[in-house]
């Protein structure tokens, strides 16, 4: 899987050359050396190493913001503040998250995928494509849509029992409903939805 070749949209052989990793791994570094260069022209060279070692932590093992903070000897407060002043901070550890969330799915994916690990598999599909895999979201979304067509249907039988006694008289001519004589009130509508 390491070499495996991608096969991009754009019509380039020597991108189609490069392995699979390479390409995701060029892709990631040039988005955290611009978010890098960002914060080197804006923040202190304290704060910048204080910020790479927060990113360090949270994309090696996965450390909390609070546990990051506390390793870099920074307060979570003092974070907040510099996040606030450039938000490009929270970009850069968001990217340093979903970079260590990738290697570990890497790992697992390629458990299930090279030891045709069915079990392992399957928890993947159902973590991942929940709507589609997962039992019991399936079983949950499915009640929401039958109980949103329950909904619906008891909202119209309840305006039409409630218009019954105001509905409008048939022309016999053309077999359509006679022009309302009263102003249709859209507050009765409300009320019956309540």
Known sequence: MENEPVTPKIASKELATIPRNVVEEEIANENLSHLVEVLEENLDPVQIKAIKAIGYSIGRVGASIKDACFLARVTKEDLDKWINELPDIKTYLDLKRVEYKYKLLEIVSGQALENKDVKL????????????????????????????EEDVMDIAIAIVRRGAAHSMPINPQNGLPDAPTEEIKYQDVAEVIK
Request: cysteine-free.
């Open 121 to 148: 598999a399957t928890q993947l599909l159902e973590l991942q494509f929940a709507e589609e895999y997962n039992p019991s979201v399936k079983r949950e979304l499915a009640k929401a849509s039958r109980n949103a």
